[in-house]
């Protein structure tokens, strides 16, 4: 049983990393986003988070390495008012979601990549990225 636990940041609790969202299960804390959603994907029922097909498993994990480049990359370029970067970037993520064209999705389906994107936006405080 997942339960959802509010956190005080004026009085955290002694576990608390500083790192949202986070998980607790089997007495350890999680709370990388990526590595969470891995451990989510291996441990607990439901559809899966990765694709079947090793083709687009391995394209998962090109785009989830990708993210800190691509947040550098739009970073740097709002910071210094430069659109070179930021258009790359961009770029890459357009021909990534045109990789595959079973779906409206990173690689087809929801998964992963569609999942990590949604909470990265949610935490940078975006509706969307």
């Known amino acids: ?25 089997n007495n350890e804390i999680r709370g990388v986003s990526l590595d969470l959603l891995k451990y989510i994907d291996s441990y607990f029922e439901g559809p899966a988070l990765y694709p079947d097909d090793p083709t687009k498993r391995e394209f998962a994990e090109e785009l989830l390495s990708y993210t800190n480049t691509f947040n550098l990359a739009v970073i740097t370029s709002l ?23 079973d779906g409206p999705f990173f690689l087809g389906r929801h998964s992963i990549c569609s999942i990590h994107r949604k909470i990265l936006s949610l935490i940078a405080g975006c509706k969307e990225i």
């Open 79 to 101: 910071k210094e008012g430069s659109e070179n970067e930021i258009s790359t970037a961009f770029d890459y993520l357009e021909s990534a979601l045109f990789k595959f064209t």
């Open 1 to 25: 049983m997942i339960k959802l636990v509010p956190i005080d940041f004026q009085n955290r609790p002694d576990w608390y990393k500083e790192k949202v969202p986070s998980l607790e299960h």
